[in-house]
């Protein structure tokens, strides 16, 4: 959240300038009628994308960030179901996994990034765009599924075939991710669970 407030304010407190700076590029403030005229629609559509921005960055820092603690969070939730094997802690051993999440945070974030924007590109489709949510929503519910593969040790290619096995358990999680989305803030402090 503190990134989030962070990410808005630095943003928005130089948003002004960022406008005019790229308006400039196309047309000078001494072209006077015309550069108010695009002045704003110009403001209000950087606008959009800086919050899409915003948003987004500090949903893939937190998710960089989180990714070990969510991992053990994960991992201890299966071995009190009896799902996974309890194993003593070893600082080596941690370590070695922390950054084995790492990297594949590192390389979710990647194929996230791609995805997102195939997800916004279809998002501007007339017929497509319900697309784009519903997307975003069945990413997220396999990124928070994600780190009990990890912590059972499955592969991608084992991940990918759970996912294709059971996708409207995972459609149905989206849709409970859609619903925690309706008061702003939640879905930040849900997601560990």
């Known amino acids: 959240l503190i990134f989030l407030f962070l990410g808005f304010w630095l943003a928005f407190s130089n948003i002004a300038a960022w406008t005019a700076s790229l308006l400039g590029l196309v047309i000078t403030p001494s072209a006077g009628f015309w550069y108010s005229i695009l002045y704003y629609p110009t403001l209000v559509g950087m606008s959009l994308l800086l919050t899409l921005f915003v948003i987004y960055a500090v949903y893939v820092l937190a998710m960089l960030i989180g990714a070990p603690f969510h991992s053990l969070l994960a991992e201890q939730s299966l071995v009190r179901e009896g799902k996974l094997a309890s194993r003593p802690f070893q600082l080596m051993s941690w370590m070695k996994f922390t950054l084995r999440m790492l990297r594949i945070s590192l390389f979710k974030t990647i194929i996230f990034v791609f995805l997102g924007a195939v997800l916004f590109a279809l998002s501007f489709i007339p ?4 697309l784009a949510p519903l997307g975003t929503l069945v990413i997220m519910a396999f990124d928070c599924m994600d780190y009990s593969f990890e912590a059972s040790g499955w592969d991608f290619r084992q991940r990918l075939s759970y996912f294709r096995q059971h996708l409207f358990q995972f459609l149905g999680m989206a849709g409970g991710l859609a619903l925690t989305m309706l ?7 849900l997601l560990p669970g």
């Open 183 to 189: 008061i702003p803030g939640l879905t930040l402090l």
């Open 127 to 130: 017929g497509l765009n319900f």
